[in-house]
C-alpha cells in the first residue's frame, strides 16, 4: 500500500485526508443548518460551539492537505480526457481547497465582530482568540451572510464534485473515483 502518491494513483494518506475533510465539511453544513433553527440558548450555545470547534478543526487540517498536496505529485489524469475537462477539473479543485480556508475563516469573522463576547472554544480544551476586527452588528450580519452564500456555494460545487465523479466511474467508465478509494501499486 502506498502512503504517497503515484502517477497512478492517491496515496493512503491523500485518500485520508480527503474522506475526512469531506465527512467534517458535510457534517459541519448538517450542523450549521440545524442549529440555525434552534430556540433553547443553551442548547444553541453548544451546537455553535461544536460548529465553531469543527471548523477550525477543518481549517487547521486544510492548511495542513494544502501543504502534503504541495510535497505531493497528483495522479495523471486519464490520456482520453479532454484537455478542457482536465482543465475543469483541477479548477474545481483548486475552488473546493479554498473554501475549506475561507469557509472556516468567514466563520472566524463572525465572532470576532459578534458584540456577544462568547468566547469560542475549541472542542472545550482552549479559547481561541478573535481575529483583530471592529465589532458591530453590521460587520457580523456581513460576514455571516457571506459565510451562508459560500457554504451554500460550496454544498453546490460538492454536489457537482460527487457527480463528476460518479460519471467518470459509470459512463466514462475509467478509475477516476476508484483510485480516491484505495491506493493502487505503480
Do not use: C
Request: hydrophobic share 50%; charged share 15%; proline share 5%.
Amino acid at each position: 500500500m502506498n502512503i504517497r502518491n503515484t502517477d497512478i494513483s492517491w496515496g493512503l494518506v491523500s485518500i485520508l485526508f480527503h474522506w475526512t475533510m469531506a465527512a467534517l465539511f458535510l457534517g459541519q453544513f448538517g450542523l450549521g443548518w440545524y442549529m440555525q433553527g434552534v430556540k433553547n440558548l443553551l442548547d444553541q450555545y453548544y451546537l455553535y460551539q461544536w460548529h465553531k470547534s469543527f471548523g477550525f478543526l477543518i481549517l487547521g487540517l486544510a492548511v495542513l492537505r494544502a501543504l502534503w498536496s504541495l510535497s505531493s505529485r497528483r495522479p495523471r489524469l486519464p490520456d482520453d480526457m479532454p484537455a478542457g475537462e482536465k482543465t475543469l477539473a483541477r479548477g474545481s479543485h483548486a475552488v473546493l481547497y479554498l473554501f475549506l480556508v475561507i469557509l472556516p475563516l468567514t466563520g472566524w469573522a463572525i465572532v470576532s465582530t459578534s458584540p456577544l463576547p462568547i468566547a469560542t472554544r475549541f472542542f472545550g480544551l482552549f479559547v481561541i482568540p478573535s481575529l483583530p476586527t471592529g465589532i458591530s452588528m453590521h460587520s457580523e450580519q456581513i460576514w455571516s451572510s457571506l459565510h451562508g452564500f459560500l457554504a451554500y456555494a460550496a454544498i453546490f460545487l460538492v454536489g457537482v464534485h460527487v457527480l463528476a465523479a460518479l460519471r467518470h466511474h459509470f459512463k466514462s467508465k475509467d478509475d477516476i473515483l476508484v483510485r480516491m478509494i484505495w491506493p493502487r501499486r505503480p
